[in-house]
C-alpha cells in the first residue's frame, strides 16, 4: 500500500491540548515531561530511575506466557529486561473482543514501531514494545461487542468485578458470528482459526486475549503483561497504603485539573478521594472513607485503618487502582520511558504529572498513537472521478458537497457584485434622504438591510438548486463518505480487524509497521 500523510490539524478529528502538545506549545510545558523526540526520549532513559524488580518482572512474564509456544522474539525482549540498560515502550488498552475497534492494532503498532526506531537511534540500549491489558477494568459493556463493517457482534454475559477474569465460557456464539463474517477465504480462514483457539482455548478474557494478540503481532517481539498479580501489586503496596490512608492524589490530580482548566483545557478525568478499589473474585468496587473506617461500596466489607494496612500487607492484589492511579502503577513495576496514547489519554495524562512527583516516580514520554484512514479501492475510484482529494475527504459532508458543487458549476451561484452595487445605490439613496429629512437614513438603512437579506436567501435558493443538478455525483460524495468515515467518526474508531485481514490478510499489519512514523507526529492515508 501507498502512504501519505497530512498534519493531524487538517482533519478536524483532534483535540485543541492534543494538537498544542505536538506543536510544544508552552502552557503546557507544566503537565508533562520531556518532548515526544528522539532527544527527548534519550534524555528519559538516561534520567529513569527504575526502583522496581526486574527478576520479578520477567518472573511474572514467563508464568504468564507458560501456556503459549513463545516465538524467539519474544522470548528475547523478555529475557532483555533483567538488563539495566533495557527499557519499555507501552501502550494498554482494554481486553476489547475480537481486538476490537482499529485504534487498538495502531496503539499496538506505533509501541513496536518507536521501540524500533530507539534500538536505531541508540543502538547500546533495548527497547522492549510492551501491551498492558487492562484486566482489572470492570466496565464490560465497553468490550463486549465489535462491529465488523455494518454488523455488530456481541458477547451476551452477565459480567461482573475484573473483566480480565471474566469466563469465556459463554464467548462461542460471538465467535461462531465473527467467523461466519470471515468467511472461507484464505484470510478470513487463518484470523477465523486465530480467533477460535484464543478464546475457545482459554477459560478466562486476559488469557484468550493474550494469545490472540500474541499471535498477531509475536514477530515484531511485543511483550504483553497482565498485571493483575499478588507479586506485582507486592512492589506497588507501598505507595497504595499512602495513597489510600492519606489521599494524595486526590489533591493533586485536583491541582492539576485546575491549572488545565485555567489554560483552556478541559480535564478528562475526575480523582476521587480514594482512587482505589477492592478486587476479589467477582467483585470490583470502590473503596470509600467514613466515620474513621473503610467500607466497599454496596458490601459489607469494612476496615479500620490498620485492618486496612494488614489487608494491604498480606493481599495486594486486592487492592485496583482506578484510571489516575494505574499510570503510576505502570511505572512502578516497568523500566519504561514512553507511553502510546490516543488524543484522550494523552490529555488525562497531563493531570497526573503533579501526583508522579510527589511520589518521585519518573514520568514517561507522552507519545500520540498514530492513526490511519484506509481508503479501498471502490472509493479511492470515486475520489478521482470526483476530483476530490485525499486531504479534502476529512471535511464534514456538508462541506465536501457545498465545496464540490462550487468548483464544479458553471453558473453564477453568488450575488456578492449585485449585492456591492445594492449597497451603493443605498448609500446614495441615505444621502439623499439626509438632505431632505435627518429622520429618514434610518429607514434607508432598513430598506438596505431587508434588501441584503433577500439577495441572501437567493443565493441558498440557487446553491440548493445546482445541487440537485448534480445529484447523482453528490449522492456518490455522501456514500464515499459515510463508507470512509462511518457514523461520521474516523474509521479506526468504528471498524474491527476483520475487513481489513480478510481484504490484505497479513500484509495488512506489516504495511502498518513500514508506514507508521510514530515521532512524525501525522495522520496517515493508506491506499492500495
Given at each position: ?24 506549545e508552552p502552557a503546557l510545558k507544566a503537565f508533562y515531561g520531556e518532548r515526544p523526540d528522539l532527544a527527548g526520549l ?108 455494518e454488523e455488530l457482534i456481541s458477547w451476551i454475559q452477565q459480567g461482573n468485578g475484573a473483566t480480565g477474569r471474566l ?337 490484505y490478510g497479513e500484509d495488512f499489519l506489516s504495511t502498518l509497521i513500514e508506514r507508521f512514523q510514530p515521532l512524525e ?8
Amino acid at each position: 500500500m501507498q502512504a501519505t500523510y497530512i498534519p493531524y490539524s487538517q482533519t478536524n478529528a483532534f483535540s485543541p491540548l492534543v494538537l498544542d502538545y505536538l506543536a510544544g506549545e508552552p502552557a503546557l510545558k507544566a503537565f508533562y515531561g520531556e518532548r515526544p523526540d528522539l532527544a527527548g526520549l534519550g534524555k528519559t532513559f538516561q534520567n529513569r530511575q527504575f526502583g522496581g524488580n526486574r527478576d520479578v518482572l520477567v518472573k511474572i512474564l514467563k508464568k504468564q506466557y507458560a501456556g503459549l509456544k513463545i516465538h524467539q522474539a519474544v522470548g528475547n525482549n523478555i529475557d532483555l529486561l533483567l538488563r539495566e540498560e533495557t527499557f519499555t515502550v507501552t501502550t494498554g488498552h482494554q481486553l476489547n473482543l475480537f481486538t476490537g475497534p482499529l485504534y487498538f492494532i495502531y496503539k499496538i503498532v506505533t509501541a513496536i514501531n518507536l521501540a524500533l526506531e530507539l534500538k536505531i537511534a541508540y543502538p547500546d540500549k533495548n527497547f522492549v514494545p510492551v501491551y498492558w491489558m487492562a484486566t482489572e477494568d470492570h466496565d464490560f459493556a465497553e468490550i463486549n461487542h465489535v462491529q465488523v463493517e455494518e454488523e455488530l457482534i456481541s458477547w451476551i454475559q452477565q459480567g461482573n468485578g475484573a473483566t480480565g477474569r471474566l469466563s469465556t465460557d459463554t464467548v462461542t456464539a460471538a465467535v461462531t458470528a465473527y467467523k461466519g463474517y470471515l468467511g472461507l477465504s484464505e484470510n478470513g480462514k487463518k484470523l477465523g482459526s486465530l480467533v477460535e483457539a484464543a478464546y475457545l482455548g482459554n477459560g478466562n478474557l486476559a488469557d484468550a486475549t493474550r494469545q490472540l494478540v500474541n499471535s498477531l503481532f509475536e514477530k515484531y517481539g511485543l511483550v504483553i503483561i497482565n498485571a493483575d498479580e499478588h507479586d506485582l501489586k507486592t512492589l506497588f503496596s507501598g505507595i497504595m497504603a499512602e495513597d489510600i490512608v492519606h489521599r494524595h492524589s486526590a489533591a493533586n490530580i485536583a491541582g492539576s485539573s485546575s491549572a488545565l482548566e485555567h489554560a483552556g483545557y478541559p480535564a478528562q478525568v475526575h480523582g476521587r478521594e480514594i482512587n482505589f478499589f477492592y478486587l476479589h473474585d467477582n467483585l470490583r468496587e470502590r473503596i470509600l472513607f467514613a466515620d474513621g473506617l473503610y467500607t466497599v461500596n454496596k458490601t459489607e466489607i469494612q476496615f479500620t485503618a490498620s485492618e486496612l494496612l494488614a489487608e494491604i500487607e498480606t493481599h495486594p492484589e486486592r487492592f485496583s487502582p482506578n484510571v489516575v492511579m494505574r499510570p503510576l502503577y505502570q511505572e512502578v513495576i516497568l523500566p519504561n520511558i514512553a507511553y502510546i496514547g490516543g488524543g484522550a489519554e494523552i490529555a488525562y495524562w497531563m493531570q497526573l504529572k503533579a501526583n508522579f512527583d510527589f511520589y518521585k516516580i519518573d514520568f514517561p514520554v507522552l507519545v500520540l498513537r498514530n492513526s490511519a484512514l484506509l481508503i479501498d479501492p471502490r472509493s479511492k475510484q470515486n475520489l478521482f472521478r470526483l476530483g476530490i482529494s485525499t486531504s479534502d475527504i476529512f471535511q464534514s459532508e456538508a462541506d465536501l458537497v457545498r465545496d464540490w458543487v462550487l468548483n464544479n458549476s458553471r453558473n453564477q451561484l453568488f450575488l456578492a457584485d449585485e449585492s456591492r452595487e445594492i449597497q451603493a445605490v443605498f448609500d446614495r439613496i441615505k444621502l439623499q434622504a439626509y438632505k431632505i429629512d435627518k429622520s429618514l437614513p434610518e429607514s434607508a438603512d432598513a430598506a438596505k438591510t431587508k434588501t441584503l437579506h433577500l439577495l441572501h436567501n437567493l443565493e441558498k435558493k440557487l446553491l440548493r438548486a445546482e445541487k440537485r443538478n448534480h445529484d447523482i455525483s453528490l449522492q456518490q460524495i455522501r456514500n464515499v463518505k459515510a463508507r470512509l468515515f462511518p457514523g461520521a467518526s474516523l474509521q479506526e474508531r468504528v471498524f474491527n480487524l476483520a475487513p481489513m485481514y480478510v481484504n490484505y490478510g497479513e500484509d495488512f499489519l506489516s504495511t502498518l509497521i513500514e508506514r507508521f512514523q510514530p515521532l512524525e507526529h501525522q495522520f496517515t492515508i493508506l491506499t492500495p
